[in-house]
């Protein structure tokens, strides 16, 4: 049968992957493993590479990289269906975004840039997907740092329904909210600016977008300062809320969206556990105020 299944009920795409549940887990180890399969040397336990950055060339799956992307062995789709690929941040064995170094953090988010650029070139039209589950209560197996990249072969409704926010509304809801902020916001680097939405996918969430309408993030925005401003708010959000558990997940125009969306990154600290209300509803309680939220994280940094 099909690994991609229709909810009757939804509508609602559901990924059958039998494949995820023999992920290796390295989350309830008090030390560190021996042998940890994204570290420098342990090139073999994983599928070979579709990019490495390295700093004085190396043989190809071997030692030497400085940022290393390669199908998931454990993925949610099929490489005839679609992409699913882990993109290592950093040869240091670190657990969280927030101890990566400025060259790190730019490094590894040019080549989040060129692997979604990848993905979305890619001729079956796949939907590019780019997240970051850090930490065990994130949903993170293994704890060394790094991100993940999915080419959906179908529009998520999710997405779509965003799309068709941003299509219909009269301006644009990112810049409306850049522009009544108040209280709620963050920070603000360079071209980006960090606030707190007032009404958050989950509770303690907080949102990146540039300050210029922007639909796509490879559009007219470096991918460094993309990588230092999520390297900082992860590291603002562990020192606030002392937790490292940190979903973040881009939000862009999808294949053959308008101009009207406004790209953004949204980031949640794990807070809590969704329960039945959320699971059941769909229907989301915040257990803190977005006001009180940007206030604990301006005084972390």
């Known amino acids: 049968m099909s690994p991609v299944r229709w909810d009757p009920y939804t509508g609602d ?16 180890l008090v030390e560190e493993p ?4 994204f570290c420098p040397g342990s090139e073999d336990q994983t599928p070979p590479e579709v990019l490495a950055v390295r700093a004085a060339g190396g ?4 030692p030497g990289w400085l940022v290393r992307a390669f199908p998931n062995k454990f993925p ?3 490489p005839e269906e679609g992409i699913h690929e882990v993109i290592v941040n950093t040869p240091r064995h670190v657990r969280s975004l927030a101890d990566l170094t400025d060259h790190e953090a730019e490094l590894a988010a040019a080549a989040w840039n060129e692997r979604l650029e990848a993905a979305a070139a890619d001729p079956r039209g796949l939907w590019p997907f780019w997240f970051l589950n850090q930490g065990a209560a994130a949903g993170a197996s ?4 790094h991100a993940q990249l999915v080419g959906l072969p179908f529009a998520p409704p999710r997405l779509v329904a965003q799309q068709r926010a941003f299509d219909r509304a009269p301006s644009c809801l990112v810049c409306d909210e850049l522009e009544d902020m108040g209280d709620r916001a963050v920070d603000e680097a360079g071209d980006l600016v960090a606030w707190c939405p007032e009404v958050p996918p989950l509770s303690g969430a907080i949102r990146v977008a540039p300050s210029e309408h922007v639909p796509d993030w490879a559009a007219g925005v470096d991918p460094g300062l993309l990588g230092r401003t999520l390297r900082d708010l992860c590291g603002r959000i562990q020192r606030a809320f002392g937790t490292d558990a940190i979903n ?12 009207s969306f406004h790209w953004h ?10 329960a039945g209300l959320e699971l059941g509803s769909g229907v989301i309680a915040a257990a803190y105020r977005p006001e009180a939220v940007a206030e604990r994280l301006r005084a972390a940094a």
Not at 34 to 37: H, I, L
Request: proline share 13%; hydrophobic share 40%.
């Open 59 to 62: 043989r190809p799956d071997g």
């Open 76 to 78: 949610a789709l099929a």
């Open 142 to 145: 293994l704890q060394h740092s």
């Open 265 to 274: 990154v949204d980031g949640v600290p794990r807070l809590g556990t969704l």
């Open 13 to 28: 795409p559901v990924l059958i992957a039998p494949e995820r549940a023999a992920r290796p887990h390295d989350a309830q």
């Open 248 to 259: 973040l997940w881009l939000l862009q125009r999808g294949p053959g969206g308008g101009d």
């Open 34 to 37: 021996d042998m940890c399969p």
